[in-house]
Nanobody
């Protein structure tokens, strides 16, 4: 069973930055797709950013130009650098990884952006 542990969330003022980390208990080089999702109460979980095993990235329109997803295979960690944060970025952020037809989720980390 693969475990994903997120960290780096917190409270930040609008315009500020945070970096989220997702540490995996397995080698991330074995995963086909790794990504970050977010969810606010009463709404569906939505995709924020993806990175494939080949290094291709994809972003939600709402975060393009502000967020950057990256990975460090040596540390088995995926990152989400979030700049120019807005109050509407407030959510619980979840890490997700997929391989061999299975997907794994972290427990989530709260990001709160004050105006």
């Amino acid at each position: 069973q693969v475990q994903l542990v997120e960290s780096g969330g917190g409270l930040v003022q609008a315009g500020g930055s945070l970096r989220l980390s997702c540490a995996a208990s397995a080698s991330i080089s074995s995963f086909n797709v790794m990504g970050w999702y977010r969810q606010v109460p009463g709404k569906q979980r939505e995709l924020v950013a993806l990175i494939t095993g080949g290094g291709s990235t994809n972003y939600a329109d709402s975060v393009k130009g502000r967020f950057t997803i990256s990975r460090d295979n040596a540390k088995n960690t995926v990152y989400l650098q979030m700049n120019s944060l807005k109050p509407e970025d407030t959510a619980v952020y979840y890490c997700n990884m997929r391989r061999y037809g299975y997907e794994y989720w972290g427990q989530g980390t709260q990001v709160t952006v004050s105006s």
